[in-house]
């Protein structure tokens, strides 16, 4: 019975596969279809993709105060997903999958994707696959707009030998400066607004952390501090968190998103959120790297 | 077990924070109980400006819990031109929390004097300072040194709050060190005695006080 769920699951992902390379040559505008079994047949019947995103992430995936509208690289990313399934706008409802719930989220089908700043980790390719990368992310600082010391990037975390740094007490990046720049004098605060609020007053010189949570900080007073990249940071790959029942529909968001890449849709994504805060520019995908739809 | 290596690697930056601690203990004892025997006796005193000011003071410190004081003192006030050191910030904010708890404890202590000396005192003549300076205080003092022993263990502890405006005292130092060598037991387990380095001496100098007080 396993067995024959199986080769169901492979023949109807072969399918898939086939018709999302059909649906690429074609105009976006025509509605794909896809094996009658598939899990992307069913959420074309069912009417709607539902995605889980952040609401509260700055330039990912945040609300916007203002016009109540989903906005980011994140939100883009699932809209151009039902585009490509649906053939039309629309046809995404999103609902908010904050970072402790994200698992339940995937793993009690609440949604079919969750693009939510959502780091692939070992333990958790144990419950979640995950397509994509769709973002490196990294350590980095913030510094004051007007610093005359850092530009726009650094090698690594020994540039901050003999700087103020602030990082959280305890946090990744407190652990990383003790080891790469002892030198550095730490003030070691306990939340991230806390230093930014130390770097916006002079305090310290860099406030070094996560870098998707720096350009949250940059997007609140992008006249009082600017981000400063780290050219030596170690990569932590986000993606698209995906039930491991469903590998047909992870395997086809990483050939639209293989596509995406292709095209350059992907970089204009990128460009027009994260990337007008942090100057970088996105690595082409390639297929080998997109090994986590197990 | 953790080698010999490990205490060379801990202890410098221990005893380091150990004396920071002691530091801001100092400081903040300096500020807290002159500042609290002055606000314990304007509270009694026949001014009614100065009682409401004082009563003014101590409900309104004594029910801001400490981290409110410590961010308001190192966040808020550099918005307004106003910026001082974590270290400044920390004793600054410890010594006038603590003074509103010495304020309460001279104003019992104070209302355990018998009424009784105060109008011998007066009958005999005696002006209201040497009242309140020979009659009054001594014997509030006297009877309130145990409550006052405990607020100054309560003030060593309350330090360690200190590290949260990134003040390197016994506890920012731990943590730093856990963070570091990722051995949380030993580590913690050495500021516990820290701790105990600070407040068993200040325990038993105020128990030696009491026991002076009472041979007299």
């Not at chain 1, 469903?246 to 992907?266: A, H, Q, Y």
């Not at chain 2, 150990?18 to 500020?31: I, K, P």
Request: charged share 15%.
């Amino acid at each position: 019975m396993n067995h024959q769920m199986h080769r169901l699951a492979r023949v109807a992902a072969g399918a898939a596969l086939a018709a999302a390379a059909a649906a690429t040559s074609l105009a976006t505008a025509a509605t794909p279809t896809f094996a009658p079994d598939s899990t992307m047949a069913n959420i074309q019947k069912r009417g709607e993709l539902v995605v889980g995103v952040k609401f509260d992430v700055p330039m990912f995936g945040q609300k916007n105060p203002l016009t109540g509208q989903l906005q980011g690289y994140e939100i883009e990313i699932a809209n151009q997903l039902g585009r490509d399934l649906f053939g039309s706008d629309g046809h995404v409802k999103f609902v908010e999958a904050p970072g402790p719930v994200r698992e339940q989220f995937v793993t009690q089908h609440k949604a079919d994707l969750v693009i939510s700043t959502y780091t692939i980790t070992e333990p958790r390719l144990k419950t979640v696959a995950f397509a994509g990368p769709t973002y490196e992310s990294k350590q980095a600082i913030v510094v004051k707009s007007d610093n005359k010391t850092f530009g726009s990037s650094i090698p690594g975390f020994a540039a901050l030998n003999d700087h103020t740094v602030c990082v959280v007490s305890g946090s990744v990046s407190n652990t990383l400066l003790l080891k790469d720049a002892p030198q550095a004098k730490i003030m070691a605060l306990s939340a991230n607004p806390d230093c930014a609020k130390a770097v916006r007053q002079g305090r310290v010189e860099a406030f070094a952390t996560d870098d998707a949570l720096l350009i949250g900080f940059v997007n609140e007073t992008p006249k009082e501090i600017r981000f400063v990249d780290n050219a030596g940071g170690r990569e932590e790959p986000y993606g698209i968190g995906v039930n491991k029942d469903s590998l047909d529909l992870c395997r086809w968001v990483n050939e639209r998103l293989l596509d995406m890449s292709k095209s350059g849709t992907l970089e204009k994504m990128f460009a027009s959120t994260i990337g007008s805060v942090t100057k970088r520019k996105p690595a082409p995908l390639n297929a080998a790297d997109m090994t986590y739809c197990k | 077990m953790v080698s010999m290596e490990f205490w060379r690697l801990v202890m410098p930056a221990f005893l380091a924070g150990l004396q920071e601690s002691l530091h801001l203990a100092l400081v903040a004892t300096a500020v807290a109980f002159p500042l609290g025997c002055f606000v314990g006796v304007g509270r009694i005193m026949p001014i009614a400006v100065v009682r409401k000011l004082c009563d003014l003071y101590i409900n309104l410190v004594r029910s801001t819990p400490i981290p409110v004081i410590f961010i308001f003192l190192f966040f808020a006030l550099p918005d307004v031109g106003l910026r001082f050191s974590a270290f400044v910030c920390a004793s600054a904010g410890l010594g006038l929390y603590m003074a509103s708890y010495v304020a309460e404890a001279v104003r019992s202590g104070i209302n355990a004097v018998p009424s009784g000396y105060i109008e011998a005192a007066r009958a005999l003549g005696l002006d209201e300072r040497t009242v309140v300076g020979r009659i009054l205080l001594p014997q509030a003092i006297k009877a309130v040194i145990p409550t006052l022993g405990n607020l100054s263990v309560d003030l060593i502890k309350n330090t360690s709050i200190a590290y949260t405006i990134s003040v390197v005292e016994l506890t920012g130092t731990a943590v730093q060190q856990v963070t570091m060598l990722a051995k949380p037991i030993p580590i913690f387990i050495l500021a516990v005695l820290g701790y105990a380095v600070l407040t068993f001496p200040t325990g038993a100098a105020f128990r030696a006080l009491e026991r002076n007080f009472q041979y007299r």
